[in-house]
Structure formats: structure tokens, C-alpha cells
């Protein structure tokens, strides 16, 4: 789904949830039906603030939530610099003691 389709379905989502007719979400948010009907079909994107008004206009609230993404570096994917670290970190052989030397501690009778 394309970010135009989740912006479409957000506000049919909400209006339905609302349990409010396209006229009647038109009226309280400022707007046409017709236009509303053009988003919900993701014919039309609506600007930031049109969105927020329509979305506020159903009785609900937007929260976002910042998710990290992995973008390039020096023009080398991350993902791509990610596996070329983790091949070169093959190459080396972990060395690890045969032995795990554990404290002794002394034996009371």
C-alpha cells in the first residue's frame, strides 16, 4: 500500500469509526463531500492541515511515532555496509580459552 492509499484509508477508517456520513463529516470539517469522497478513494491527497481537521473533525487525535530508517552512507546502502562488516568479521576466528579459570576459593573443615 502506497502512502496516498494509507492516507485514504486513514480517513474512510476514521469517518466510519465515527459512524458520520460523508455530508455530515463535509460540514463539521470545512469541507465538500465531494472531496472527502476523493480522498477516501485516494483520488486526492490532502494537505497536512486538511488531513489533521478532517481526522480531528471524526474525534480523533494523530500521534506519530518516529521510526528509524536505514539510509546510505558514503553512497553504500546500510543494509549493504552492514554485510560487508559482518563478512570481514568472519575472516578473524574467535579465540576463546579452552579453560574457564573460575576464582578457588579455600576449603574450611
Given amino acids: 500500500m502506497d502512502h496516498q492509499e494509507k492516507i485514504a484509508r486513514t480517513l474512510r477508517d476514521a469517518r466510519q469509526s ?8 463535509a460540514r463539521l470539517a470545512g469541507t465538500s463531500h465531494a472531496t472527502l469522497l476523493a480522498y477516501e478513494r485516494a483520488r486526492k491527497v490532502p494537505s497536512t492541515a486538511t488531513f489533521l481537521r478532517i481526522v480531528e473533525a471524526c474525534g480523533f487525535a494523530v500521534d506519530l511515532d518516529l521510526q528509524p530508517r536505514i539510509r546510505e552512507r558514503d553512497g553504500i546502502p546500510r543494509g549493504e555496509e552492514l ?21 578457588r576459593f579455600g576449603l574450611r573443615g
Avoid: I, N, T
Avoid at 465515527?18 to 463529516?25: I, Q, V
Avoid at 576463546?96 to 576464582?103: F, N, V
Fill in 18 to 25: 465515527a459512524a458520520l456520513s460523508l455530508r455530515k463529516l
Fill in 83 to 103: 554485510e560487508a562488516v559482518l563478512q570481514l568479521a568472519e575472516q578473524f576466528p574467535q579465540r576463546m580459552s579452552r579453560h574457564m579459570d573460575l576464582p
